[in-house]
């Protein structure tokens, strides 16, 4: 991988993880890792151990900066392995550009992907798309059916 950000892992809960870094513009990321097996079926044992991921930034945006995605991507990839679980993501739609973070994600996933699976879903609503995405170890079976189990009544 291409070179990023120091990052700091600065708290965990139960279930819940979080790191940040700084930018050279002076911005500080925050990422967390929160256990997402709420938003799947009850019976979907092996959905018990998938984390979504949320992230926000504090400062000013400076404009583009590959560290910070090269950052992001790390501290996924280096989750995955830790805690050997796949880590969904939903795409914030309040601002009109989910299905434009969507393709980002996936632009960065195949950037670098050795050694790790994406699968990505636009789920069809009546009002809306809401595009989700999951990322997890290419050694794992169910890669590609986690989010067939999605519990969606637990989304809205």
Known sequence: MDSCYLFDFYESGVNSF?????????????ISFDIASYLFHQDCLICN???????YHEGSNSGYDENIRNTIIKIIFDFINEKNCPVLFICDMTDGLAESRL???TRCFNLFS???????RLLQFEQFILPVGLFGKESDPNINHYLEQMEFEFLF
């Open 49 to 55: 151990n998938i984390y979504s991921i949320s992230f």
């Open 103 to 105: 393709r980002l994600f």
């Open 18 to 30: 979080k790191y940040s870094f700084l930018t050279a513009s002076g911005s500080e990321y925050f």
């Open 114 to 120: 050795d050694g790790f699976l994406f699968d990505s």
